[in-house]
């Protein structure tokens, strides 16, 4: 069965340290990958997104994914943490080609705890 | 530019009666889709609808039901409500209908109690 996997339910980090969340995939082909942030009491926000192509990909908030597909993974980094990154991370996919339109599968989520 | 807007953003409803949520994309968005996420099951895909056309629908009963006008605004409707509908019902606009060429922007919810 197709599925994502997010195996960290809960991180802590302390601020100005690096972060790094773990996505692993299960699909029949390279899906299309994405990163969605939601902040306490708000809806989703896209962060980064691969396709194709350079599998290290550049995001806003200054988040990073690097695409491995020998590992079916599509893990999420920062090199510094602010406070304000505290939030739950969500990855998702979507079978490439057409027919797929807009049905993302997501994750289980990660929840970012950052301490000062 | 508005973003999308979600109302109610808060409803109490008890088991049984039924509810009707809207959703007004971002202007000139024509994918309208919805989710819904809980504590237990995570974010689950509804449905979606593209130029008034349902074209995709995950795996909920019927009970569970959505329209899209011609003006894109959507709703969705969920009847006979069970203590399990308790959730925060996500809605999400695209410019197009394939994600490879337009980003999904969500709405803050509308979040549902049914006691």
């Known amino acids: 069965a197709q599925s994502v996997t997010q195996p960290d339910i809960h991180i802590t980090v302390s601020e100005g340290a690096s972060l790094e969340l773990r996505c692993n995939y299960s699909y029949g082909a390279t899906p299309y990958l994405f990163w969605y942030v939601q902040s306490p009491g708000q809806g989703l926000q896209l962060l980064l997104k691969y396709f194709s192509g350079d599998t290290l990909v550049q995001g806003i908030k200054g988040f990073e994914a690097e695409f491995k597909r020998s590992q079916s993974s599509f893990n999420l980094r920062k090199p510094s943490v602010h406070w304000s990154d505290a939030a739950e991370y969500f990855c998702?996919?979507?079978?490439?080609?057409?027919?797929?339109?807009?049905?993302?599968?997501f994750g289980g989520g990660t929840r970012v705890l950052v301490k000062p | 530019k508005a973003g999308v807007t979600q109302t109610p953003r808060y409803l109490i409803k008890t088991r049984g009666q039924q509810v009707t949520l809207s959703c007004s994309p971002i202007s000139g968005h024509r994918s309208v889709s919805w989710y819904q996420q809980t504590p237990g099951q995570g974010l689950q895909f509804l449905f979606e609808y593209f130029s008034e056309t349902q074209r995709n629908k995950g795996n909920f009963p019927g009970r569970f039901s959505g329209r899209q006008f011609s003006n894109s605004r959507s709703e969705m409707n969920v009847s006979t409500l069970e203590l399990g509908d308790s959730a925060l019902y996500l809605c999400a606009s695209s410019l197009s209908a394939a994600l490879k060429t337009g980003e999904l922007f969500f709405g803050e919810g509308s979040r549902l109690t049914v006691l």
């Open positions: 998702a996919v979507v079978p490439s080609g057409k027919a797929a339109g807009n049905k993302l599968t």
